[in-house]
């Protein structure tokens, strides 16, 4: 709630900022760093082939929000920003942002843009970010565990008693080996991996545009029991309860998991630097089949008060040009524009084209208190799942962080 004090905050320094007719030749970019792969690439090749110069600003992932907000505050933010796709509602709300609802409906390939990153773009029926990058949540197996444990080292599970059966016949190898991974403290972890099971199955997280929780849901209670036994049976190794998200990837890049729900970006991590994991790449499946992701990546926004539509159009393009999305799958981002995806990670590992197919049933619930209810350390989501995983009352921590997280809503709205 203290952030967005300070973006609102924003809004009012933002209003009294010159604009010029023109857009800017020059403008400035921030970019968070888990976008230091891919994100200087792509600017270098805009700023060779167009008038328009970016200047680009990489910012730490731990920083970004707090900065972006102060700056903003104070009148010193960048014109532009790639920004947590998660964190657009509460600066749209704030003033922030300038609106791009025009920009964004002239695009003639506006519908095969991220469902999830326009979505959270949205507020108040206005589009005020657009996809930069992507992520999406994928289920990894371990080919060579498998095949020692006596299972088809081709084959991955299709729900959740699938893989629980082979988790615990890779357990049963002993010794340091573990039949599933996953950090056990950390929201955002369990966020992105632990909501789509609970989608695939036909539950939800927020509804009603996001003023209303729905945990304490039959599916929530399914999922949870899931993982509740898992860690019962001795599948997950007990290092998972505290782990932050220090060891996310980690984990399964020891080559003793057999399983391990987490993003496409471990992918292209594992066939670089751990080329003797054999491994494959499925989606998360509900209790019974289907399959969801959670969509994480950036989005882009315009600081409002800017007369930059102009040249955020210009780099906008480029981005989403086969040569634009081409650089950014390269880089290890999944394409965010669908009809040409396929085409822009063609030359790579093609375990990329299930998590390509993944982000395009991506979803993320859109609040602007997204941090307060998930993210936080301290939030209802987080301490839920912690207590609900490992402790001895379930049903009791699962109502109390559905009162929780439907107060801190009501309070925003």
Known sequence: MKLLKIMTLAATALGVLSTCALAQEKVTMWS??????FMPALIKAFNASHETQIELQIVPSSE?????????AGGSAPDFVSLDLVYAPAFAKSGALEDLTDLAKSLPYFDQLSKAHVGTGTYDGRIYALPMSADASVLLWNKRLFKQAGLDPEKGPTNWSEIEEAAGKVNALGGDVHGFYFSGACGGCNAFTFMPLIWASGGDILVDDGKRATIDTPQMHEAINFYRN??????????????????????FATDKIGLSPIGAFAIGNLVKNYPTVEFGVTFIPGKNGGKASFAGGDNFVVTAGRDNTKAAKEFLEFVYSIEGQTLLAKGGSLPTRADIAAEAIKSLDERYQIATEAMKIGRT???PVYNDIINSSTGPW?????EAFFGDDARGSVAKAQAAMQSILDSSN
Do not use: C, H, I
Request: net charge positive.
């Open 32 to 37: 968070r760093s888990t976008s230091e792969a």
């Open 64 to 72: 970004m929000v707090q900065k972006y907000a102060t700056a903003a």
């Open 230 to 251: 898992l860690v019962a049976k001795g599948l997950v190794p007990e290092s998972a309860k505290t782990d932050s998200g220090k060891n996310f990837f980690g984990g």
């Open 365 to 367: 619930p859109s609040s």
């Open 382 to 386: 987080k301490q839920m799942l912690n």
